[in-house]
Each structure stands twice: as C-alpha cells, then as structure tokens.
T-cell receptor, first 115, second 108 residues
Framework: EAGVVQSPRYKIIEKKQPVAFWCNPISGHNTLYWYLQNLGQGPELLIR????????DSQLPKDRFSAERLKGVDSTLKIQPAELGDSAVYLC?????????????FGPGTRLTVL | DAKTTQPPSMDCAEGRAANLPCNHS???????VYWYRQIHSQGPQYIIHGLKNNETNEMASLIITEDRKSSTLILPHATLRDTAVYYCIVHTGNQFYFGTGTSLTVIP
C-alpha cells in the first residue's frame, strides 16, 4: 500500500512569511495526526483528527497555527506568520479504525527552515 | 500517559543482539508499551507493542517484566540498517509521548 505522502519535503522561508504543509494519509485511514519534531527531540503532537473533526488540538499554538481536513482525507497545516523558533520537522501520521488501529504510520516529514 | 526513561545512546556490534531497555515505573494497568524507531531523515516506524505478555514479530522481541515497570526491546541480529533512534512509548489510545529515545549505533 502507498504510504503517507507529505509535501513539500523541504521549505525555506523568511520570518513573518506564511507557510503551508500538505499531507495525504494512507487510503482508508480515518485518524490523522500532525506532529512537530525539534532537532534531537521526539515528535510532539500538534493536532489529531478523526475524519474531518479535530478531536485533540490542545497542543496547537492557535495564534499562528491552523489546520484543516475538510473532506476527512488530506490535510493542510498552516503557520502564519512564521517565527524563527518554528524551524523544525513537521510530521504527518495516520492510523486505521480497525485492524492495526493503534499503530501510527508516519510520512517522511517536511523540514522547515525559517530565516 | 505514563512517561518513560531510556538511555540516550547505545552501541551494538553488527550481528549481535541489541537489547534496548526502558523504564516505565508509573505505567497503568491498561497502558500498552510501544516501540517505534526513526532512521535519519525518515518518519518514525512502528516496531512492536505489548501489554503484559512478551511479544515477538519479524522485526524484534519485546520483553515486559512481570510488574510491567520496565521492558526490553531485542533486535536479535543487529545490522547496520538498524542504526536509528528507538522510542519506548506508554500509550492508552490517545496521544503518544515519544520522549528523546535511545540512539542505537550498530558498529561493523
């Protein structure tokens, strides 16, 4: 099966600019996650979707970050405006609702550099 | 979710077994132990999980102590491609807390 697809793989922007990341989960996976990973650290959850509903966004900095999953399939994470401290890898993951329901499948991530 | 403690780094000779320890002394009765690994520049990859019993799959074995306060991930014959950061996670079904993991280096 095709894995989780993320684009772009790399993005370099200047501070105060907006940026968006796109994720296409594995077909049939209803749960979608966005994680932030700083250098040398493990991933930290930003937001979790069940279909099109954001069921856990408690760690999402809502002043500058937003996310959407309008049709319950692919998702976009946006930062506006970006700050220097937002430089990190942004990972998307998905999981099914049956079978291997408790296993998360990760994409390769988008590496963001804010100058 | 309970937190985990892992050594920051380990080395293992190629072909030998790699034994990665994890302490999770505050684990609750319904919390699973998961192991993921992350190879450089890739997303994390699921390895194995368990609740009480020891588990084995094609990638690794998971040994959980009887009191469930610690566990060991065993890679029976480590190869150079097993060089990665290994995360031990205690999970109840919502959020995974990854921590900083163990950086395993397999040495030729």
């Amino acid at each position: 099966e095709a894995g989780v697809v993320q684009s772009p793989r790399y993005k370099i922007i200047e501070k105060k600019q907006p940026v968006a990341f796109w994720c296409n989960p594995i077909s049939g996976h209803n749960t979608l996650y966005w994680y932030l990973q700083n250098l040398g650290q493990g991933p930290e959850l930003l937001i979790r979707y069940e279909n099109e509903e954001a069921v856990d966004d408690s760690q999402l900095p809502k002043d500058r970050f937003s996310a959407e999953r309008l049709k319950g399939v692919d998702s976009t994470l946006k930062i506006q405006p970006a700050e220097l401290g937002d430089s990190a890898v942004y990972l998307c993951a998905s999981s099914p609702t049956s079978g291997r329901w408790n296993e998360q499948f990760f994409g390769p991530g988008t590496r963001l550099t804010v100058l | 979710d309970a937190k985990t403690t892992q050594p920051p780094s380990m080395d293992c000779a190629e072909g030998r077994a790699a034994n990665l320890p994890c302490n999770h002394s505050t684990i609750s009765g319904n919390e699973y132990v998961y192991w993921y690994r992350q190879i450089h520049s890739q997303g994390p990859q699921y390895i194995i999980h368990g609740l009480k019993n020891n588990e084995t799959n094609e990638m690794a074995s998971l040994i959980i102590t009887e009191d469930r306060k610690s566990s060991t991930l065993i890679l029976p014959h480590a190869t150079l491609r097993d060089t990665a950061v290994y995360y031990c996670i205690v999970h109840t079904g919502n959020q995974f807390y990854f921590g900083t993991g163990t950086s395993l280096t397999v040495i030729p």
